[in-house]
């Protein structure tokens, strides 16, 4: 997201890269080669974001810190008066459960402080969003199913290793499966249910029911909804990996005693798996995610897909990182740039597709995100 912004200065003059971990500011800025401020912050300490933000004066705050952070950044936006924009939502440390509700309940304070929260501008959530509402605008008078498909079919060459923080993975993939249909939620085990998706420029991928939250949103935006679902792609080795992991006890979240101290399973186990981050270098194929639409249309059924490609290899000699993690970055400072020009100004607290998808979807093609979409 950082190398994306740096290369925008008409729009982002000025950048500060903040981080609870200064060499890695230091290692990007250097990487990045253009001039911007770095930052050492603790993002659960209110008080201390609420320091840079009054330091540095900014125009809007992006956070791609983890969902625990988000409601301490939040805080701290209110407090100064700036706008906020994240990628993921909230999800207590201790309880390993996410929903829009806590930061929703944020709506009228942010209002009455007359500025705006963008919630979920990433890819799933973020782009997946968008491209239901212009599915919406564009195709449908109602919308009635929607299948969200994530297809990582890249290869890094380790046994086990999570494309993003591995704790926050794994706790969404330790999950209970959950899908909407016929006005209520309905939950399975987890990774219980899945079936063979055939993926542009992939090829047939098992992918498996999971929970993810743009399905909280769409569900209350697009309120015609039948049913929705959210599929992700898993290889056989590291669900062979993931389920030894849970069998001995390293996906547990609650502290056990170790000599002498109190320590997180997953926290520790994060530590011994390889860094997200140093995965972009030796990443190779592609990601396929999109969403698979239908409805009706002037009285007739109607049934599109729209997706995005995306190349690792391509992505890591653009921007030094691996596609999910350039997936993740370039919607994010889409959704500032329209923010900061006021393309998208409101008051209040909102999802990406409550916003006009059309100039979002022009910025795509034009970042790094190409979009296709077919009437099938």
């Given at each position: 997201m950082a190398y994306k912004c740096a290369k925008i200065p008409e729009v982002f003059s000025e950048i500060c890269l903040a981080s609870r971990t200064l060499e890695k500011c230091e290692r990007i800025k250097k990487q990045i080669g253009r001039s911007m401020e770095i930052a050492r912050v603790d993002a659960d300490n209110r008080n201390e974001v609420t320091g840079l933000i009054n330091s540095f004066k900014p125009d809007i705050v992006i956070n791609v810190a983890l969902p625990y952070q988000d409601i301490s950044i939040m805080e701290a936006c209110l407090e100064t008066g700036v706008?906020?924009?994240?990628?993921?939502?909230?999800?207590?440390?201790?309880?390993?459960?996410f929903c829009y509700k806590w930061q929703w309940d944020y709506h009228d304070r942010f209002k009455e402080k007359g500025i705006l929260a963008l919630l979920g501008c990433g890819f799933d959530p973020g782009v997946t969003n968008i491209f239901c509402a212009h599915a919406k605008k564009e195709h449908f008078d109602e919308i009635h199913y929607i299948d969200i498909l994530d297809c990582n079919a890249g290869d890094h060459g380790y046994a086990f290793a999570t494309n993003f923080n591995p704790e926050i993975n794994i706790r969404e993939v330790t999950a209970k499966g959950k899908f909407y249909e016929n006005g209520e939620w309905k939950e399975r085990d987890p990774l219980s249910v899945h079936k063979t998706f055939d993926f542009p420029s992939i090829g047939p991928r098992e992918a498996y029911l999971m929970y993810h939250e743009e399905m909280e949103s769409l569900v209350k935006n697009?309120?015609?909804?039948?049913r929705i679902r959210f599929w992700m792609t898993f290889s056989s080795s590291y669900l062979n990996h993931l389920k030894v992991?849970?069998?001995?006890?390293?996906?547990?979240?609650?502290?056990?005693?170790?000599?002498?101290?109190?320590?997180?399973p997953l926290k520790f186990l994060k530590a011994v798996l390889p860094d997200p981050a140093s995965l972009g270098a030796i990443y190779k194929g592609k990601t396929c995610i999109g969403c698979l639409i239908e409805g009706i249309k002037d009285g007739e059924n109607k049934k599109i897909y729209i997706y995005n490609i995306s190349n690792h290899e391509a992505c890591y000699e653009e921007v030094k990182a691996q596609a999910v993690s350039y997936t993740t970055g370039v919607p994010a400072m889409i959704g500032a740039m329209l923010m900061v020009t006021n393309v998208w100004r409101a008051k209040g607290v909102f999802n990406v597709e409550e916003f006009d998808p059309a100039p979002f979807m022009e910025k795509l093609n034009l970042y790094g995100l190409p979009w296709i979409e077919k009437e099938l």
């Open positions: 706008d906020y924009l994240d990628t993921a939502n909230y999800e207590p440390p201790d309880d390993p459960k697009l309120p015609e909804i039948k992991l849970q069998n001995v006890g390293m996906t547990r979240i609650d502290p056990v005693e170790f000599e002498g101290m109190k320590i997180v």
